[in-house]
């Protein structure tokens, strides 16, 4: 049985940090590439940072690059998302996801996804 369990969100103020975790079982976690998506009330879910199998290689959405870092420990079969310098726009559920094929920012390449934390700055 495949599972993303998410973990760490919560409600900071402006400018404030938070760190999600984002624990996988049911696959082979060395074999997958990782992502994170957010989305707001009323709003698509939008592309925030994936990192390859092996954390050599990662990519940003404009809107969290120098602020959000995305790394990943394949000997705890985790992916993290540091996120610093919060603002209020960054408030959304983050959704994990997970594919055996190459990264994409589009949702619908995504296979795998866990069942969301909520992230809520506020001003």
């Known amino acids: 049985q495949v599972q993303l369990v998410e973990s760490g969100g919560g409600s900071v103020q402006t400018g404030g940090s938070l760190r999600l975790s984002c624990a996988v079982s049911?696959?082979?976690?060395?074999?997958?590439?990782m992502g994170w998506f957010s989305q707001a009330p009323g709003k698509e879910r939008e592309f925030v940072a994936t990192?390859?199998?092996?954390?050599?290689?990662?990519y940003y959405a404009n809107s969290v690059k120098g602020r959000f870092t995305i790394s990943r420990d394949n000997a705890k079969n985790t992916v993290f998302l540091q996120m610093n310098s919060l603002k209020p726009d960054d408030t959304a559920e983050y959704y994990c996801?997970?594919?055996?094929?190459?990264?994409?920012?589009?949702?619908?390449?995504?296979?795998?996804w866990g069942q969301g934390t909520q992230v809520t700055v506020s001003s």
């Open positions: 049911g696959l082979t976690f060395s074999d997958l590439d």
């Open positions: 990192i390859n199998w092996s954390g050599s290689s990662t």
């Open positions: 996801a997970a594919t055996t094929r190459s990264y994409s920012d589009s949702a619908s390449k995504w296979p795998y």
